[in-house]
């Protein structure tokens, strides 16, 4: 799959880098808009309705509405980083688009290329590495802010990397075994018959949870916790450089959303009962079908950020270290196993991770089934306070509920 990248003329590489760029600029504008829109239908609310037909130009208002903004740097921020960092979080969320297969070989002007702007032996590794840079422009713009507020939501977000990017390497482990190759394009090409998400379902729970976590989405947006950090790492961004922030958060939700899609759902291949007709594999259809499944991960996103509320810090702690990363080892012990089962003779082993996933499916029905049928404690009889004593502390105190005053006390008050 490989050896078809490299060949393109210069002028096609330009094209689909292009391509590339406009399509991350117009999701984001779409997602932003979308995700007003259902959370306020989800929230029995009208939503934006004000600028354009039914208010759909309200994302192309707020852009311009920031650009237009006052640029304000404090005083004691040390100003080239604190520049710096947002250009930092949003350039790496474009590079990580590289090696996304979008579909596969057209005719372009009468040049056959893939519709992919490049591969590498090791793309998913370089989208992991790439998309890690891009958390230090969050880091250095908590610490170079010069407040305490956003140098509280860097450090929450140094933990939430270090916690959760393990978590997403295990799962990528599990698919590298079972498709043999670290390459997208051949990832997608080992999923013609049968998607990841039947076959290594735990990594995809997994990596699914990891990715809301390394958006900062929530209810995991703990870096930018306006109820505990006033507005989090970009406390003190405005104008462009806020913007700039606000754009990195989205074109990396439809990054992961696109990795998603290209190691468990086939990447741009068309999902059943459309994968029956001959056509819908072949030409610019699969572009159609690798976007749809981008959409469904975002609305996923927009879904999460509606009904859940936001974790603790303790509990998003426990999650990562605790829940996920065993987890994540143990299926990869199975899954080298079956591998290696495979590789001597016995292809039948490979239901065996079908079953598995079925009963995951299955266990994880039944916790949400109880958590959401969980009969409520019942309260234990109040116990017996002992006795309230006003003037214990040098002047007189209310009782609180449940508190009895001494009798002398009583009668002094009767009196």
């Known amino acids: 799959m490989i050896a078809g990248f490299g060949i393109d ?4 590489v330009v094209a689909k880098a292009l391509a590339v760029f406009v399509f ?4 984001p504008l779409v997602a932003i808009l979308a995700e007003r829109k259902i959370m306020a239908r989800m929230q029995m609310r009208v939503g934006p309705n004000r600028v354009g037909p039914r208010g759909i130009l309200q994302s192309l208002a707020d852009g311009v509405k920031l650009a237009l903004k006052e640029g304000i740097v404090p005083k004691g921020v ?3 980083i604190y520049l710096l960092a947002p250009v930092i ?9 590289a090696v996304i297969p979008f579909g596969p070989e057209v005719s372009v002007l009468g040049h056959r290329t893939p519709l992919q702007l490049t591969d590498l032996p090791v793309g998913v590794l370089y989208i992991l590495a790439v998309t890690s840079v891009g958390v230090y422009g969050i880091v250095l713009a908590g610490w170079a802010s010069g407040s305490t ?3 509280l939501g860097g450090l929450r977000s140094t933990a939430q990397v270090i916690s959760y990017e393990i978590a997403m390497g295990l799962s990528f482990t599990a698919v590298f075994l079972y498709a043999g190759t670290m390459s997208t394009s051949g990832i997608v090409a080992a999923q013609t018959g049968t998607w990841y998400i039947f076959l290594l379902f735990p990594s995809f729970l997994i990596y699914l949870t990891s990715m809301v976590g390394e958006t900062n989405r929530a209810p995991f947006d703990l870096p930018e916790a306006e109820g505990e950090l006033v507005g ?3 406390t003190e961004y405005s104008s462009l450089n806020f913007a700039m922030f606000m754009l990195a958060e989205y074109v990396n939700m439809v990054t992961v959303s696109a990795l998603a899609t290209t190691l468990f759902l086939g990447g741009w291949h068309a999902p059943f009962p459309i994968s029956i007709w001959d056509g819908a594999n072949s030409g610019w259809w699969p572009v159609l079908w690798f976007t749809a499944k981008v959409w469904v991960f975002l609305f996923v996103f927009i879904w999460l950020r509606t ?6 810090y303790d509990q998003f702690m426990n999650l990562g270290w605790k829940v996920l990363i065993p987890l994540s080892l143990i299926w990869i012990v199975l899954v080298a196993t079956v591998r290696a089962f495979r590789l001597e003779g016995y292809g039948s082993w490979a ?4 079953v598995v996933s079925a009963i995951v499916v299955l266990l994880a029905a039944v916790f949400v089934w109880r958590r959401l049928h969980r009969e409520p404690e019942s309260s234990s009889p109040p116990t017996e306070l002992p006795p309230f004593d006003p003037m214990a502390g040098g002047f007189p105190v209310p009782p609180l509920p449940g508190q009895s005053l001494p009798t002398h006390t009583k009668e002094r008050s009767d009196a």
């Open 232 to 234: 989090g790492f970009h």
């Open 89 to 97: 979080a949003a350039v790496p969320a474009f590079m990580a688009f």
């Open 78 to 80: 040390d100003k080239p």
């Open 351 to 354: 239901s065996a991770l079908v």
């Open 9 to 12: 003329p210069w002028w096609l």
């Open 149 to 151: 507020y956003p140098l």
């Open 307 to 312: 009904t859940l509320p936001r974790l603790r």
């Open 24 to 27: 991350l600029i117009l999701t």
